[in-house]
């Protein structure tokens, strides 16, 4: 699994694109990683779903993990472009009702902005 981080907003936000599967296996590769760009970085993420194809509870509570960190520090983790399964994952799992899931990176930059 790949994970690339892009700066975005002259710092307000952190672009985070995770590739491939959100399973035990490819969060025990990037979980340590993840969360020190999307918590340590202290400001508010944006994580581009789109290239994952698979996401396991694993995965859901990697995300989980760092919206608990975010939270006090009053950061904000985004997430955007699920597709198919992944998408089907995540609305069962009401993932929504402690992140925003919005469709388009333009909808997650403009949740951050407001």
Do not use: Y
């Amino acid at each position: 699994m790949e994970m690339s981080v892009t700066e975005l907003n002259a710092g307000h936000a952190v672009r985070i694109c995770l590739t491939g599967r959100l399973d035990t296996m490819g969060v025990n590769k990037i979980e340590s990683r993840f969360l020190a760009v999307a918590v340590a970085g202290g400001t508010d993420a944006v994580v581009d779903l789109s290239a994952v194809e698979l996401i396991t509870s694993m995965g859901i509570r990697m995300l989980i993990s760092a919206v608990r960190s975010m939270s006090p520090r009053k950061r904000r983790l985004v997430l955007f472009g699920a597709q198919g399964i992944v998408h089907e994952v995540l609305e069962t799992a009401a993932i929504d009702s402690l992140m925003a899931v919005v469709p388009t990176e333009a909808d997650a930059l403009a949740l951050i902005s407001a």
